[in-house]
T-cell receptor, first 113, second 112 residues
């Protein structure tokens, strides 16, 4: 099992460009999450999807959109990138249950110039 | 608003010493998680603590939870260099669907 995979691993954008970060999991988990991690900060939740067909905003959703394409895949889109979106982005997945540990992907390091 | 505070944020230890990392959170929560992150890597789950008084141990790490005090501790026993990493605690929002609020992390450096 690959677990949680993310593409790309690195990306450089110019201000105003758009891009989509891809995430897939093969653990048959219902819930998926997008976080961003900035230096000196913990992880902050951008959006989450509790189950296929549903998405909800997290702590820092502005400037992002998401799509839960199917049970396996959850994408994050930046419509018009800004330097403030320079960050490392992590996707995670979990089963809905009593001890639903989240499993994290390897991350995407995004730089917006 | 749920806040999660870790201290210390930086910790330099000598091998063989013991130390404790603290995680305080501001509102009622049912579950607390500890993660480890190596530089440039993803997060690895260490412990899930589900109830008051819960204690879990793995190797030189032991985590505990006091829900009445809203406090979790991660105790390191006889530190070794391989434990050098950043450790995060995270608390779920009661009634949420797995939404976690993370602390800022404790960067641990274990020196010979």
């Amino acid at each position: 099992n690959a677990g949680v995979t993310q593409t790309p691993k690195f990306q450089v954008l110019k201000t105003g460009q758009s891009m989509t970060l891809q995430c897939a999991q093969d653990m048959n988990h219902n819930s998926m999450y997008w976080y961003r991690q900035d230096p000196g900060m913990g992880l902050r939740l951008i959006y989450y999807s509790a189950s296929e067909g549903t998405t909800d905003k997290g702590e820092v959703p502005n400037g992002y959109n998401v799509s839960r394409l199917n049970k396996r895949e959850f994408s994050l889109r930046l419509e018009s990138a800004a330097p403030s979106q320079t960050s490392v982005y992590f996707c995670a997945s979990s089963e809905i249950g009593y001890a639903d540990t989240q499993y994290f992907g390897p991350g995407t390091r995004l730089t917006v110039l | 608003e749920l806040k999660v505070e870790q201290n210390p944020l930086f910790l330099s230890m000598q091998e063989g010493k013991n130390y404790t990392i603290y995680c305080n959170y501001s509102t009622t929560s049912d579950r607390l998680y500890w993660y480890r992150q190596d530089p440039g890597k993803s997060l690895e789950s260490l412990f899930v603590l589900l109830s008051n008084g819960a204690v879990k141990q793995e190797g030189r790490l032991m985590a505990s939870l006091d829900t009445k005090a809203r406090l979790s501790t991660l105790h390191i026993t006889a530190a070794v260099h391989d434990l050098s990493a950043t450790y995060f605690c995270a608390v779920d929002i009661r009634g949420s669907q797995g939404n976690l609020i993370f602390g800022k992390g404790t960067k641990l450096s274990v020196k010979p």
